[in-house]
């Protein structure tokens, strides 16, 4: 079974620029999730989809952020104007209801550079 | 106050010895738990999910503290692979977002 896949693995844009982040989750899996972790810095959670709908936003730092899942499937995070400070990993997870607790499992992540 | 707090390390670990390492969690109503592996610029990789009863995988055992608000991780008869960063993420539901801890370092060594 294919695990979770983000491109790209690597974005280095200057600031004012736009970067567009993709995550395709585990095939069936309705939960996906963006995290990120800045340097330095624990984990943090951006948001949360199920299917199509947005769950869970609270974590988004600004507006200058913008998460959509078409179609329920893939997930993409577009970043517009990018900030030095969005420099970071971001990583996308996902899950599915199944028995037991609905862990989470974590794409390679793509490495952000904001210059 | 972070909601989960983790020493940071390293633990230095001769190879075979057992080494052993909390975290703790400030909201009690927190409902799952678990203990993921991340190794340097790699993913988070689900090591295990923490049950109340405490569990055991091989030469992990993860329990839990409700009372105290902690989580423990032992790992026993160490390998080199083991060195890696252990993160502790907390849920308070049994899904949606995870909150986690910065990580402890373990450093295996031959």
């Known amino acids: 079974e294919a695990g979770v896949t983000q491109f790209p693995s690597h974005s280095v844009i200057e600031k004012g620029q736009t970067v567009t982040l993709r995550c395709d989750p585990i095939?069936?899996?309705?939960?996906l999730y963006w995290y990120r972790r800045v340097m330095g810095k624990e984990i943090k959670f951006l948001l949360h989809?199920?299917?199509?709908?947005?769950?869970?936003e609270s974590g988004m730092p600004n507006n200058r952020f913008l998460a959509e899942r078409t179609g329920g499937t893939y997930s993409t995070l577009k970043v517009q104007p990018a900030e030095l400070e969005d420099s970071g990993v971001y990583f996308c997870?996902?899950?599915?209801?199944?028995?037991?607790?609905?862990?989470?499992?974590f794409g390679p992540g793509t490495r952000l550079t904001v210059t | 106050r972070k909601e989960v707090e983790q020493d940071p390390g390293p633990f230095n670990v001769p190879e075979g010895a057992t080494v052993a390492f909390n975290c703790t969690y400030s909201?009690?109503?927190?409902?799952?738990f678990f203990w993921y592996r991340q190794d340097c610029r790699k993913e988070p990789k689900l090591l295990m999910s923490?049950?109340?009863s405490g569990n055991e995988d091989g030469r992990f055992t993860a329990q839990l503290n409700r009372a105290s608000q902690y989580i423990s991780l032992l790992i026993r008869d160490s390998k080199l692979s083991d060195s890696a960063t252990y993160l502790c993420?907390?849920?308070?539901?049994?899904?949606?977002?995870?909150?986690f801890g910065a990580g402890t370092q373990v450093v295996v060594t031959p």
């Open positions: 993420v907390v849920n308070m539901k049994s899904w949606g977002k995870l909150q």
């Open positions: 997870a996902s899950s599915h209801p199944g028995q037991g607790l609905y862990e989470q499992y």
């Open positions: 909201n009690s109503a927190s409902q799952s």
């Open positions: 923490v049950y109340s």
């Open positions: 989809f199920v299917k199509e709908s947005k769950q869970d």
């Open positions: 095939s069936g899996h309705d939960n």
